[in-house]
């Protein structure tokens, strides 16, 4: 479980496609909602919404071959 606010998920957003470009702005990042949004089921909605959003980030991120979640990346040192 990730505590953190929605301004922070989309300064994630704009910094992760600052740096990687195409691949992170295709993703559809979720808008915001200004009417109800202290609703549980808005906060249900939003949260359902991020999380896809972040499947798809770490699913994309890891074919970033700069990307830190890049699947070669690996803390393991390979031996000829």
Do not use: M
Not at 22 to 44: D, M, N
Not at 63 to 69: D, F, G, H, M, V
């Amino acid at each position: 479980t990730l505590f953190r606010r929605y301004r922070q998920f989309r300064d994630l957003h704009t910094q992760l496609v600052n740096r990687y470009g195409v691949p992170i702005q295709s993703l559809p990042f979720p808008g915001r909602k200004l009417f109800g949004s202290k609703t549980e089921a808005v906060s249900s909605e939003r949260q359902r919404e991020l999380q896809q959003y972040l499947n798809s980030l770490i699913n994309v991120a890891s074919k970033i071959a700069a990307c830190p979640l890049h699947k070669a990346h690996t803390r393991y040192i390979r031996w000829g």
